[in-house]
């Protein structure tokens, strides 16, 4: 099972490889923020209570320009029967999430640098836990995007869809990684985040229960 999952997500990524589309995409698009967002402050300090949140709305609008196309790039090349017939659900659910799992640690990854780079709060003094925090976030972010561009696959307005049905998913997610994130730069220790570092946890094993549970059915539907 692991060798068709690595099947497929080798023949995803020499597809993004040809056309390079998400990458991109998703690159333009955090050049883009994180350089509206230096122009907007000028010579002004950016607050350290707000890069933190700053960089986690990034990281969420990048997921949404790009972690779409896992299943949508299927629908439209028409190969979506090949897979039904070649793969089980389970493999494609598998081989789908190492792909975006992959793009997304990949331009968050970037995303880090950039505001590492330009802005002169984002600097932790509890760097270790905001290691787990981006490593658990990604997790979640990648797992609810990919079953969620499963759901939409063969909707119309997957454009708008996408978002709507990604946001009330993701809240959850995303107000505690900001939370976190927030502690990180102040400094905090295991002890004081453990509560939310094991929600991050459960939140991302949840997910990946509820999609391997429900993809069967939304992919044969």
């Not at 991109?24 to 707000?50: P, R």
């Amino acid at each position: 099972m692991i060798r068709s999952m690595w099947a497929l997500f080798k023949k995803d990524l020499q597809s993004e490889i040809r056309t390079r589309y998400a990458i991109n995409s998703l690159g333009m698009f955090i050049i883009v923020t994180v350089s509206v967002i230096l122009f907007s402050l000028g010579s002004e300090k950016l607050a350290q209570n707000l890069t933190g949140g700053l960089f986690w709305v990034v990281v969420f609008f990048t997921a949404m320009s790009g972690l779409s196309r896992a299943f949508v790039s299927e629908e439209e090349r028409g190969t979506v029967m090949t897979l039904h017939l070649i793969a089980r659900p389970t493999v494609i659910l598998g081989g789908k999430l190492f792909f975006n799992l992959g793009l997304i640690f990949l331009m968050n990854s970037v995303t880090f640098l950039l505001f590492s780079g330009f802005f002169e709060t984002f600097v932790f003094k509890s760097p270790d836990i905001f290691l787990l925090v981006f490593i658990f976030g990604n997790i979640g972010i990648a797992v609810a995007a990919t079953i969620i561009a499963a759901i939409i696959a063969k909707a119309s307005g997957k454009a708008t869809l996408y978002p709507v049905l990604s946001f009330p998913i993701l809240l959850p997610l995303m107000l505690i990684v900001i939370d976190l994130t927030k502690t990180s730069l102040e400094g905090t220790t295991y002890t004081d985040a453990g509560i939310e570092l094991s929600f991050l946890a459960c939140y991302d094993i949840v997910m990946l229960v509820i999609s391997y549970l429900l993809f069967d059915f939304i992919w044969k539907d």
